[in-house]
């Protein structure tokens, strides 16, 4: 039985680890745990989230990634700054008021000011409503700051592992990936003053249940406002693939990742969580589960075009429809599960303004 530590008013690295080693039967109390709190502090209510994955290109070569610099067999794609703008304005019309850009890793001058004026004119063109957080990998300080003054509010950047020596078997040895620029990065942020998402991958070769644990302790400690992981899916094209015989099954990997999300409710009752496009990969109905005890954040993608060449892990879901056909289909979803999309809404994260209030208290 999981009561006595579940009980407990912190959980420590080996509560954690005991918790993820909890059987289905076991599981059900966690999921039941969690999803007191996720309703005690959300109610029934999912927020959107359209995300555009404008761009394939990137400088980086992250070993698990499908869209990696040295992936010859992918066409590269960048959509012009019209398309970008009239799906946004598309989003918005439809309720669709929090959008996402992300895209490959890219930090020259073109980019940073094309970004900055994409941002002020989906802004401008929604007369400030249309909320945007931005996924763009790792930035100097600077640019982070010009998108936030731009109108930017959150940015998503997931540490991917927190134990720096793991981090550097799932990277290549050299400057452009390293742990601690990535982890100064989400310091950044935070600074900035930018609502901040971190995430990891779950189920990864080489990584422990103890790996695992310590990830939640870091977005804890980190006093992060929002976290997106999700399972990691190998990708036949990438170095990390020679590995896959280290991997647990897939619906391991689904089931170990449904703990994690709850185990983080659990530990952070007040941030956003995402249920994100991967779980769907596994199960089709992998998100509205994650929805209904832990998450309370989706991202419908609604890139347009490009889709098939945005292949992060093989297998992802809804390359083919059409971005409307996903919205309906998803609040149909929802409403099995008993939740309802907040459509119209941004839904930020209630521990931002908590951690805010917090600093200003002791600061002043
Ligand atoms: N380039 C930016 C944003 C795009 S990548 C960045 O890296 O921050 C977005 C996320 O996709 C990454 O953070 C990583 O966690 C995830 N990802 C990449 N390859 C994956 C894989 N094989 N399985 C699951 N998630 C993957
Ligand atoms: Fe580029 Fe992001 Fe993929 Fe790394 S994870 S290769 S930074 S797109």
Redesign the pocket.
């Known amino acids: 039985m999981l009561t006595e530590i579940l009980k407990k008013q912190q959980l420590s690295r080996s509560d954690i680890v005991r918790l993820l080693q909890a059987d289905k039967e076991e599981a059900r109390e966690l999921f039941e745990f969690s999803r007191k709190i996720r309703f005690e502090n959300f109610g029934n209510a999912v927020y959107y989230r359209g995300i555009i994955e404008f761009s394939n290109i990137?400088r980086k070569n992250?070993l698990?990634?499908?869209i990696r610099r040295d992936i010859k067999s992918v066409e590269r794609f960048d959509l012009p700054d019209n398309v970008i703008i009239d799906t946004a304005l598309r989003a918005f019309d439809q309720g669709l008021v929090s959008l996402v850009l992300?895209?490959?890793?890219r930090t020259d001058k073109a980019f940073v000011r094309r970004i900055e004026r994409l941002i002020r004119k989906i802004k401008q063109l929604t007369a400030g409503k249309m909320g945007i957080t931005l996924?763009?990998?790792e930035q100097d300080y600077d640019v982070y700051k010009t998108w936030f003054e731009a109108g930017a509010h959150r940015y998503l950047?997931?540490i991917?592992v927190s134990d720096p020596e793991l981090y550097k078997k799932l990277h290549p040895n050299d400057k452009l990936h390293d742990y601690y620029t990535r982890l100064n990065c989400l310091y950044a942020l935070k600074d900035i003053g930018y609502q901040v998402g971190t995430g990891v991958?779950i189920g990864l070769p080489f990584q422990t249940l103890e790996n695992l644990a310590n990830d939640l302790l870091f977005m804890r400690d980190f006093d992060i406002d929002m976290v997106g992981m999700?399972p990691?899916?190998?990708?036949s094209e990438t170095p990390l693939y020679e590995y896959s015989h280290l991997l647990r099954p897939l619906s391991e990997r689904l089931f170990l990742t449904m703990k994690m999300l709850a185990i983080l409710r659990i530990l952070m009752p007040d941030i956003n969580i995402a249920a994100t496009t991967?779980l769907q990969a596994i199960d089709p109905m992998g998100r509205e589960k994650a929805l209904s005890f832990a998450c309370n954040v989706v991202m419908p993608n609604i890139t347009p075009d490009h889709r098939k060449d945005y292949f992060?892990?093989e297998g992802k879901p809804c390359v083919e429809d059409g971005e409307d056909a996903c919205i309906e289909c998803l609040n149909k979803r929802l409403e099995m599960y008993g939740l309802k999309a907040r459509l119209g809404q941004w839904g930020d994260s209630p521990h931002y303004f908590s951690r805010r209030k917090t600093a200003i208290q002791t600061t002043g």
């Open positions: 990137c992250c698990y990634c499908g992300q895209s490959g890793e996924s763009l990998g950047l997931r991917e991958m999700g990691y899916i190998e990708h991967a992060l892990y």
